[in-house]
Protein backbone atom coordinates (compact mmCIF):
# COMPACT_ATOMS: atom_id res chain seq x y z
CA UNK A 1 0.00 0.00 0.00
CA UNK A 2 1.22 3.63 -0.75
CA UNK A 3 0.85 6.89 -0.56
CA UNK A 4 -0.48 8.85 -3.76
CA UNK A 5 -1.44 12.31 -4.87
CA UNK A 6 -3.65 12.97 -7.93
CA UNK A 7 -3.52 16.75 -8.88
CA UNK A 8 -6.17 17.44 -11.50
CA UNK A 9 -8.36 19.99 -12.52
CA UNK A 10 -11.23 18.07 -14.28
CA UNK A 11 -12.97 16.67 -11.47
CA UNK A 12 -13.89 13.15 -13.35
CA UNK A 13 -10.44 12.66 -14.92
CA UNK A 14 -9.41 13.00 -11.04
CA UNK A 15 -11.51 10.88 -9.92
CA UNK A 16 -11.04 8.33 -12.17
CA UNK A 17 -7.46 7.94 -11.65
CA UNK A 18 -8.27 7.76 -7.72
CA UNK A 19 -10.85 4.98 -7.87
CA UNK A 20 -8.49 2.91 -10.01
CA UNK A 21 -5.84 3.14 -7.59
CA UNK A 22 -7.91 2.51 -4.73
CA UNK A 23 -8.56 -0.69 -6.17
CA UNK A 24 -5.22 -1.98 -5.26
CA UNK A 25 -5.78 -0.70 -1.58
CA UNK A 26 -3.76 2.62 -1.62
CA UNK A 27 -4.36 5.65 0.12
CA UNK A 28 -5.18 7.99 -2.11
CA UNK A 29 -5.57 11.79 -1.58
CA UNK A 30 -6.75 13.87 -4.28
CA UNK A 31 -5.95 18.13 -5.72
CA UNK A 32 -8.20 20.15 -7.67
CA UNK A 33 -5.11 22.42 -8.47
CA UNK A 34 -1.38 22.83 -8.59
CA UNK A 35 -1.31 25.13 -5.46
CA UNK A 36 -3.79 22.32 -3.67
CA UNK A 37 -1.30 19.64 -4.67
CA UNK A 38 1.72 22.05 -3.69
CA UNK A 39 0.04 22.36 -0.18
CA UNK A 40 -0.13 18.79 0.12
CA UNK A 41 2.96 18.05 -0.57
CA UNK A 42 3.83 20.48 1.75
CA UNK A 43 2.33 18.85 4.82
CA UNK A 44 2.67 15.16 4.17
CA UNK A 45 5.06 12.50 2.34
CA UNK A 46 3.72 10.67 -0.30
CA UNK A 47 5.35 7.89 -2.25
CA UNK A 48 4.06 8.30 -6.18
CA UNK A 49 2.58 11.95 -7.72
CA UNK A 50 0.15 11.39 -10.60
CA UNK A 51 -0.60 14.96 -12.30
CA UNK A 52 -1.97 16.58 -15.09
CA UNK A 53 0.16 19.00 -17.07
CA UNK A 54 -2.15 21.37 -17.72
CA UNK A 55 -3.58 23.93 -14.65
CA UNK A 56 -4.11 27.06 -13.47
CA UNK A 57 -1.95 29.14 -11.91
CA UNK A 58 0.19 26.10 -11.05
CA UNK A 59 0.90 23.66 -13.60
CA UNK A 60 2.43 20.02 -13.80
CA UNK A 61 5.68 21.20 -15.09
CA UNK A 62 5.95 23.33 -11.51
CA UNK A 63 4.98 21.13 -9.51
CA UNK A 64 7.70 18.10 -11.57
CA UNK A 65 10.18 21.01 -10.48
CA UNK A 66 9.06 21.73 -6.83
CA UNK A 67 8.81 17.75 -6.47
CA UNK A 68 12.48 17.20 -7.98
CA UNK A 69 14.15 19.94 -5.55
CA UNK A 70 11.74 18.88 -1.90
CA UNK A 71 11.03 15.47 -3.06
CA UNK A 72 13.62 13.74 -4.96
CA UNK A 73 12.95 10.42 -3.86
CA UNK A 74 9.40 11.15 -5.07
CA UNK A 75 8.05 8.98 -8.40
CA UNK A 76 6.37 11.26 -10.65
CA UNK A 77 3.71 10.25 -13.18
CA UNK A 78 2.26 13.13 -15.73
CA UNK A 79 -0.83 13.57 -17.44
CA UNK A 80 -1.47 14.82 -20.55
CA UNK A 81 -3.29 15.75 -23.59
CA UNK A 82 -2.96 14.34 -27.33
CA UNK A 83 -0.49 16.23 -29.14
CA UNK A 84 1.38 17.42 -25.80
CA UNK A 85 3.86 14.61 -25.76
CA UNK A 86 6.49 16.82 -26.47
CA UNK A 87 5.84 18.37 -22.86
CA UNK A 88 5.89 15.27 -21.17
CA UNK A 89 8.55 14.10 -22.76
CA UNK A 90 10.23 17.30 -21.15
CA UNK A 91 8.91 16.80 -17.49
CA UNK A 92 10.10 13.03 -17.79
CA UNK A 93 13.63 14.91 -18.73
CA UNK A 94 13.36 16.79 -15.17
CA UNK A 95 13.07 13.36 -13.47
CA UNK A 96 9.34 12.27 -13.90
CA UNK A 97 8.98 8.27 -14.54
CA UNK A 98 6.75 8.20 -17.17
CA UNK A 99 3.26 9.47 -18.60
CA UNK A 100 -0.54 8.96 -19.00
CA UNK A 101 -1.99 10.30 -22.31
CA UNK A 102 -5.77 11.39 -22.41
CA UNK A 103 -8.29 9.71 -22.87
CA UNK A 104 -7.10 7.14 -20.41
CA UNK A 105 -7.97 4.01 -21.72
CA UNK A 106 -9.37 2.01 -18.57
CA UNK A 107 -8.13 1.22 -14.75
CA UNK A 108 -5.82 -1.50 -15.59
CA UNK A 109 -3.53 0.83 -17.18
CA UNK A 110 -3.39 3.79 -14.82
CA UNK A 111 -2.92 0.89 -11.87
CA UNK A 112 0.24 -1.09 -14.01
CA UNK A 113 1.70 2.07 -14.43
CA UNK A 114 1.30 3.24 -10.88
CA UNK A 115 2.78 -0.35 -10.06
CA UNK A 116 5.88 -0.03 -11.92
CA UNK A 117 7.02 3.15 -10.56
CA UNK A 118 6.18 2.38 -6.88
CA UNK A 119 8.88 -0.81 -7.98
CA UNK A 120 11.64 1.31 -8.89
CA UNK A 121 10.77 3.75 -5.38
CA UNK A 122 11.14 0.08 -3.87
CA UNK A 123 13.92 -0.71 -5.89
CA UNK A 124 16.10 2.26 -5.42
CA UNK A 125 15.38 2.22 -1.39
CA UNK A 126 17.08 -1.67 -1.51
CA UNK A 127 20.15 -0.60 -3.41
CA UNK A 128 20.50 2.11 -1.04
CA UNK A 129 20.40 -0.31 1.90
CA UNK A 130 22.31 -3.05 0.29
CA UNK A 131 24.93 -0.05 -0.59
CA UNK A 132 24.78 0.66 3.10
CA UNK A 133 24.84 -2.66 4.01
CA UNK A 134 28.23 -3.83 1.95
CA UNK A 135 30.35 -1.01 3.04
CA UNK A 136 31.05 -2.92 6.16
CA UNK A 137 28.80 -1.62 8.85
CA UNK A 138 29.58 -3.30 12.09
CA UNK A 139 27.45 -6.75 13.61
CA UNK A 140 25.71 -5.33 17.22
CA UNK A 141 28.05 -8.75 18.42
CA UNK A 142 29.55 -11.37 17.33
CA UNK A 143 28.65 -13.72 20.06
CA UNK A 144 30.03 -12.35 23.34
CA UNK A 145 27.67 -13.92 25.81
CA UNK A 146 26.50 -10.15 27.40
CA UNK A 147 25.52 -8.82 24.58
CA UNK A 148 23.02 -11.51 24.07
CA UNK A 149 20.00 -10.13 26.16
CA UNK A 150 20.36 -6.81 24.47
CA UNK A 151 19.94 -8.29 21.25
CA UNK A 152 17.25 -10.05 22.26
CA UNK A 153 15.89 -6.88 23.76
CA UNK A 154 16.12 -4.96 20.51
CA UNK A 155 14.60 -7.52 18.43
CA UNK A 156 11.31 -7.67 20.26
CA UNK A 157 11.13 -3.59 20.73
CA UNK A 158 11.88 -3.56 16.82
CA UNK A 159 8.44 -4.99 15.93
CA UNK A 160 6.68 -2.57 17.83
CA UNK A 161 6.85 1.82 17.66
CA UNK A 162 7.93 2.00 20.71
CA UNK A 163 10.26 4.61 21.56
CA UNK A 164 13.64 3.37 22.36
CA UNK A 165 16.21 5.06 24.47
CA UNK A 166 19.41 3.75 23.95
CA UNK A 167 22.11 4.69 27.30
CA UNK A 168 25.88 3.77 26.86
CA UNK A 169 29.26 5.08 26.72
CA UNK A 170 30.63 6.79 23.81
CA UNK A 171 31.60 4.81 21.26
CA UNK A 172 29.53 1.64 21.78
CA UNK A 173 27.31 1.64 18.93
CA UNK A 174 24.34 2.79 19.89
CA UNK A 175 23.82 4.02 15.87
CA UNK A 176 24.49 0.61 15.00
CA UNK A 177 21.79 -0.50 17.42
CA UNK A 178 19.27 2.09 16.42
CA UNK A 179 19.90 0.73 12.65
CA UNK A 180 19.52 -2.51 13.42
CA UNK A 181 15.79 -1.67 15.39
CA UNK A 182 15.15 -0.11 12.01
CA UNK A 183 15.73 -2.86 10.24
CA UNK A 184 13.76 -5.39 11.94
CA UNK A 185 11.07 -3.13 11.95
CA UNK A 186 8.11 -2.57 9.86
CA UNK A 187 9.71 0.56 8.28
CA UNK A 188 13.07 -1.40 7.40
CA UNK A 189 11.89 0.25 3.71
CA UNK A 190 11.36 3.10 4.81
CA UNK A 191 13.65 6.48 5.75
CA UNK A 192 16.02 5.89 8.34
CA UNK A 193 17.07 9.77 9.12
CA UNK A 194 19.87 10.64 12.35
CA UNK A 195 20.61 14.06 13.62
CA UNK A 196 23.71 14.62 16.00
CA UNK A 197 22.54 17.15 18.54
CA UNK A 198 26.31 17.82 20.00
CA UNK A 199 27.39 18.15 16.09
CA UNK A 200 24.69 21.15 15.50
CA UNK A 201 24.85 24.90 16.75
CA UNK A 202 22.62 25.82 18.65
CA UNK A 203 20.95 27.99 16.00
CA UNK A 204 20.92 26.06 13.56
CA UNK A 205 19.36 23.19 14.89
CA UNK A 206 15.87 23.79 15.07
CA UNK A 207 15.75 24.54 11.19
CA UNK A 208 17.65 21.00 10.70
CA UNK A 209 15.25 19.07 12.86
CA UNK A 210 11.78 21.08 11.88
CA UNK A 211 12.71 22.95 8.43
CA UNK A 212 12.04 26.38 7.61
CA UNK A 213 10.25 28.89 4.88
CA UNK A 214 11.79 31.03 2.61
CA UNK A 215 12.56 34.20 4.90
CA UNK A 216 12.45 32.60 7.74
CA UNK A 217 15.94 34.21 8.44
CA UNK A 218 18.74 35.85 6.70
CA UNK A 219 20.00 33.02 4.70
CA UNK A 220 16.76 31.25 4.26
CA UNK A 221 16.67 32.26 0.55
CA UNK A 222 13.84 28.91 -0.13
CA UNK A 223 12.08 26.50 1.77
CA UNK A 224 13.69 23.39 3.40
CA UNK A 225 12.10 20.29 4.46
CA UNK A 226 13.33 19.44 8.10
CA UNK A 227 14.85 15.99 9.35
CA UNK A 228 11.90 14.86 11.17
CA UNK A 229 9.55 15.27 7.85
CA UNK A 230 12.08 13.26 5.39
CA UNK A 231 12.25 10.65 7.98
CA UNK A 232 7.91 10.54 7.64
CA UNK A 233 6.72 6.56 7.98
CA UNK A 234 10.49 5.46 8.77
CA UNK A 235 12.89 5.70 11.87
CA UNK A 236 14.26 9.12 13.05
CA UNK A 237 17.20 8.20 15.13
CA UNK A 238 18.14 11.21 17.70
CA UNK A 239 21.57 11.09 18.87
CA UNK A 240 23.27 12.99 21.14
CA UNK A 241 20.26 13.93 23.25
CA UNK A 242 21.29 14.92 26.08
CA UNK A 243 23.18 17.83 24.36
CA UNK A 244 19.78 19.92 23.57
CA UNK A 245 19.55 22.88 25.67
CA UNK A 246 16.28 23.42 27.32
CA UNK A 247 14.11 25.44 24.90
CA UNK A 248 14.92 22.99 21.96
CA UNK A 249 13.48 20.01 24.65
CA UNK A 250 10.38 21.94 25.26
CA UNK A 251 10.04 21.90 21.43
CA UNK A 252 10.63 18.18 21.00
CA UNK A 253 8.52 17.19 23.66
CA UNK A 254 5.59 18.88 21.47
CA UNK A 255 6.65 16.74 18.49
CA UNK A 256 6.81 13.48 20.07
CA UNK A 257 3.15 14.37 22.26
CA UNK A 258 1.62 15.45 19.53
CA UNK A 259 3.40 13.82 16.26
CA UNK A 260 3.27 17.65 14.48
CA UNK A 261 5.19 20.84 14.06
CA UNK A 262 5.57 23.74 11.88
CA UNK A 263 8.27 24.55 10.25
CA UNK A 264 10.68 28.15 11.11
CA UNK A 265 8.81 30.86 9.82
CA UNK A 266 6.12 28.87 8.92
CA UNK A 267 2.24 28.40 9.78
CA UNK A 268 0.96 25.13 8.51
CA UNK A 269 1.18 22.40 10.51
CA UNK A 270 2.86 19.56 9.30
CA UNK A 271 1.58 16.39 10.56
CA UNK A 272 4.39 13.28 10.77
CA UNK A 273 4.29 9.34 11.40
CA UNK A 274 7.76 8.47 12.64
CA UNK A 275 9.25 5.88 15.01
CA UNK A 276 11.48 7.68 17.67
CA UNK A 277 15.01 6.12 18.43
CA UNK A 278 17.26 8.57 21.07
CA UNK A 279 20.55 7.79 21.95
CA UNK A 280 23.17 9.58 24.85
CA UNK A 281 26.13 8.66 26.91
CA UNK A 282 25.44 11.40 29.57
CA UNK A 283 23.99 10.48 32.66
CA UNK A 284 20.09 11.73 32.19
CA UNK A 285 19.09 11.21 36.14
CA UNK A 286 21.82 13.52 37.44
CA UNK A 287 20.81 16.03 34.44
CA UNK A 288 17.39 15.64 35.87
CA UNK A 289 18.30 16.72 39.35
CA UNK A 290 20.17 19.56 38.33
CA UNK A 291 17.37 20.52 36.16
CA UNK A 292 19.06 20.46 32.85
CA UNK A 293 16.82 17.44 31.37
CA UNK A 294 13.04 17.98 31.67
CA UNK A 295 11.99 14.73 33.32
CA UNK A 296 8.62 14.73 30.95
CA UNK A 297 10.93 14.43 27.73
CA UNK A 298 12.96 12.11 29.72
CA UNK A 299 9.75 10.14 29.81
CA UNK A 300 8.51 10.36 26.72
CA UNK A 301 11.68 9.12 25.34
CA UNK A 302 12.53 6.03 27.66
CA UNK A 303 9.53 3.87 26.56
CA UNK A 304 11.68 1.07 26.00
CA UNK A 305 15.56 2.20 27.66
CA UNK A 306 18.31 0.16 26.36
CA UNK A 307 22.02 -0.16 27.94
CA UNK A 308 24.91 -0.76 25.98
CA UNK A 309 27.61 -2.64 27.57
CA UNK A 310 31.15 -1.19 26.76
CA UNK A 311 33.81 -3.14 24.72
CA UNK A 312 35.50 -4.27 28.11
CA UNK A 313 32.85 -6.00 28.60
CA UNK A 314 32.52 -7.53 25.89
CA UNK A 315 36.05 -9.39 25.42
CA UNK A 316 34.21 -12.53 23.12
CA UNK A 317 33.69 -9.50 20.30
CA UNK A 318 37.17 -7.77 20.48
CA UNK A 319 38.84 -10.00 17.99
CA UNK A 320 36.32 -10.77 14.83
CA UNK A 321 34.93 -6.90 15.55
CA UNK A 322 38.64 -5.75 15.10
CA UNK A 323 39.11 -7.95 12.03
CA UNK A 324 35.74 -6.57 10.38
CA UNK A 325 36.83 -2.75 11.31
CA UNK A 326 40.20 -3.43 9.46
CA UNK A 327 38.74 -5.22 6.78
CA UNK A 328 36.90 -1.76 6.42
CA UNK A 329 39.86 0.35 6.78
CA UNK A 330 41.69 -1.54 4.05
CA UNK A 331 39.05 -0.74 1.62
CA UNK A 332 38.44 2.65 2.54
CA UNK A 333 42.51 3.07 1.80
CA UNK A 334 41.87 1.34 -1.20
CA UNK A 335 44.49 -1.64 0.20
CA UNK A 336 44.16 -5.24 -0.16
CA UNK A 337 43.00 -6.74 3.17
CA UNK A 338 44.80 -6.84 6.12
CA UNK A 339 45.77 -9.24 8.60
CA UNK A 340 46.74 -8.95 12.82
CA UNK A 341 49.52 -10.83 14.23
CA UNK A 342 48.89 -13.10 16.88
CA UNK A 343 50.95 -10.60 18.88
CA UNK A 344 48.97 -7.96 17.89
CA UNK A 345 45.70 -9.64 19.09
CA UNK A 346 47.00 -10.08 22.44
CA UNK A 347 47.26 -6.44 22.66
CA UNK A 348 44.16 -6.08 21.33
CA UNK A 349 42.40 -8.39 23.88
CA UNK A 350 44.41 -7.09 26.76
CA UNK A 351 43.44 -3.21 26.09
CA UNK A 352 40.80 -1.12 28.33
CA UNK A 353 39.48 0.34 25.38
CA UNK A 354 37.55 3.67 27.12
CA UNK A 355 36.86 4.87 23.52
CA UNK A 356 35.15 1.33 22.72
CA UNK A 357 34.30 0.92 19.34
CA UNK A 358 35.45 3.90 17.94
CA UNK A 359 38.95 4.16 19.55
CA UNK A 360 39.67 0.82 18.07
CA UNK A 361 38.61 1.12 14.60
CA UNK A 362 41.26 3.96 15.15
CA UNK A 363 43.63 2.45 16.71
CA UNK A 364 43.67 -0.59 13.59
CA UNK A 365 43.08 2.33 11.04
CA UNK A 366 46.59 4.23 12.06
CA UNK A 367 47.56 0.34 12.47
CA UNK A 368 47.30 0.12 8.80
CA UNK A 369 48.58 3.45 7.44
CA UNK A 370 51.91 2.63 9.71
CA UNK A 371 52.56 -0.41 8.43
CA UNK A 372 52.31 -0.52 5.14
CA UNK A 373 52.23 -4.04 4.91
CA UNK A 374 49.38 -6.67 5.49
CA UNK A 375 50.60 -8.13 8.64
CA UNK A 376 50.00 -5.82 11.10
CA UNK A 377 52.30 -6.54 14.02
CA UNK A 378 52.32 -5.24 17.50
CA UNK A 379 54.91 -2.04 16.61
CA UNK A 380 52.08 -0.80 14.65
CA UNK A 381 49.36 -1.24 17.67
CA UNK A 382 49.82 2.08 19.59
CA UNK A 383 47.45 2.77 21.92
CA UNK A 384 46.40 5.97 23.64
CA UNK A 385 48.20 6.94 26.65
CA UNK A 386 44.68 7.44 28.61
CA UNK A 387 43.77 3.88 27.60
CA UNK A 388 47.47 2.10 28.78
CA UNK A 389 47.58 4.43 32.00
CA UNK A 390 43.79 3.96 32.60
CA UNK A 391 44.38 -0.27 32.20
CA UNK A 392 47.78 -0.01 34.94
CA UNK A 393 45.24 1.24 37.37
CA UNK A 394 47.50 4.79 38.09
CA UNK A 395 45.90 8.91 38.75
CA UNK A 396 42.24 9.32 39.64
CA UNK A 397 39.76 9.59 36.54
CA UNK A 398 39.67 12.98 36.67
CA UNK A 399 43.17 13.30 36.25
CA UNK A 400 43.54 11.13 33.29
CA UNK A 401 40.36 12.30 31.58
CA UNK A 402 42.20 16.07 31.94
CA UNK A 403 45.53 14.49 30.44
CA UNK A 404 43.42 12.90 27.84
CA UNK A 405 42.23 16.11 26.88
CA UNK A 406 45.32 18.45 27.07
CA UNK A 407 46.97 15.41 25.12
CA UNK A 408 44.25 15.78 21.86
CA UNK A 409 43.96 19.44 22.03
CA UNK A 410 47.87 20.12 21.63
CA UNK A 411 48.02 17.47 19.07
CA UNK A 412 44.98 18.77 17.18
CA UNK A 413 46.54 22.24 17.90
CA UNK A 414 43.65 23.70 19.60
CA UNK A 415 40.95 22.41 17.18
CA UNK A 416 38.18 21.22 19.49
CA UNK A 417 35.99 19.46 17.08
CA UNK A 418 38.23 17.25 15.78
CA UNK A 419 39.64 16.52 19.61
CA UNK A 420 36.10 15.87 20.62
CA UNK A 421 35.84 13.15 17.83
CA UNK A 422 39.31 11.65 18.23
CA UNK A 423 38.11 11.48 22.21
CA UNK A 424 34.41 9.79 21.01
CA UNK A 425 32.47 12.70 23.49
CA UNK A 426 30.36 15.57 21.58
CA UNK A 427 31.94 18.77 21.36
CA UNK A 428 29.62 20.80 24.09
CA UNK A 429 30.28 18.16 26.11
CA UNK A 430 34.11 18.99 25.52
CA UNK A 431 33.59 22.24 25.93
CA UNK A 432 32.00 21.45 29.22
CA UNK A 433 34.93 19.67 30.42
CA UNK A 434 37.83 22.20 28.97
CA UNK A 435 35.76 24.66 31.12
CA UNK A 436 35.57 22.32 34.12
CA UNK A 437 39.64 21.74 34.02
CA UNK A 438 40.48 25.16 33.74
CA UNK A 439 41.97 24.34 30.14
CA UNK A 440 40.69 27.54 28.32
Request: charged fraction near 25%; aromatic fraction near 4%.
Amino acid sequence: MARILVADDEEGVRTFIAESLALDGHQVAEAGNGEAALQQLNARTFDLLITDLRMPNVDGMTLVRSVRAQQPELEVIVVTAHGSVETAVEAMKLGAFDYLQKPIDSPAEIRLLAARALERRHLLAFREKTVREASGEVALTYGDPVMLPVVDALRKVAATDATVLLVGESGTGKEVAARAIHRWSRRANEPFVAVNCAALAESLIESELFGHEKGAFTSAVDRRRGRIELADCGTFFLDEVGELKPGMQAKLLRVLEQRRFERLGGARTIEVDVRWIAATNRDLDGMMKDGSFRVDLYHRLATFPVHLPPLRARAQDVVPLAQVLLARASAGLGRPPAQLSEEALGLLRQADWPGNIRELANVLERALILSGEQTIGPEHIGLEPAAVDASAGTGTLAGLERQAIEQALRELRGNRRLAAERLGIGLRTLYDKIKRYGLE
